[in-house]
């Protein structure tokens, strides 16, 4: 019984010490973030720059000839780069259903005739809305906090940080 104790002890201790790690490491990460935020947003303002390039395309073709571009058109036109890939969504015309769905969630319900563009970022879809012209991007930093303050997450991983290392101080004790 003892020795399930101790084992508890130290499992506990380990468990804090490497919370405790993590927390430190986030809060030390808040404080260096500033730059890689500005790089997030100047990608996105890249993506806003393909989203309008490829909607004027559309414009253009819907107002040639009254149809929306195919799949190879859309990708013939589509600017050059590492972002190129960028997809149509129209109601009951797409393949991608759920990325559709994903996008009326976020941006509402197409007007007739209308069409969402959607940008597949390595882990999730950035959409625009042709009739509306929003999109799913973000361009304010503090977007990117998760208590949408750099200093209000330092201080919270600071706070968690201590807490987790006087856990671990007791468990070791």
């Known amino acids: 019984m003892l020795a399930v104790i101790r084992l508890l002890r130290h499992a506990g201790g380990l468990i804090s010490t490497m919370l405790l790690l993590f927390c430190a490491l986030l809060a030390v ?5 500033r730059a890689l935020i500005e790089q997030t947003i100047e990608g996105n303002r890249q993506v806003e720059a393909k989203f309008l390039a490829v ?3 559309v414009e253009e073709l819907h107002r040639r000839h009254q149809r929306l571009p195919t799949a190879e058109e859309l990708e013939d036109r589509t600017p050059p780069g590492p972002l190129r ?3 149509l969504l129209v109601s009951g015309v797409t393949d991608k259903i759920t990325f559709y769905d994903e996008a009326v969630a976020q941006l509402g319900t197409p007007a007739e005739g209308s069409y969402f563009l959607g940008l597949w970022r390595g882990e999730w879809m950035d959409y625009y809305a042709a009739w509306s012209g929003e ?3 973000t361009f304010e930093g503090a977007d990117h906090y998760l208590t949408g303050s750099r200093f209000a997450d330092f201080m919270l991983y600071a ?5 987790f290392g006087y856990v671990g101080w007791r468990f070791w004790a």
Do not use: G, M, R
């Not at 990460?29 to 973030?33: E, F, P």
């Not at 706070?159 to 807490?163: G, L, S, V």
């Open 55 to 57: 909607a004027e395309f």
């Open 29 to 33: 990460s808040t404080l260096d973030s």
């Open 85 to 87: 890939d960028v997809d």
């Open 135 to 137: 999109t799913t991007l």
């Open 159 to 163: 706070i968690a940080t201590a807490f």
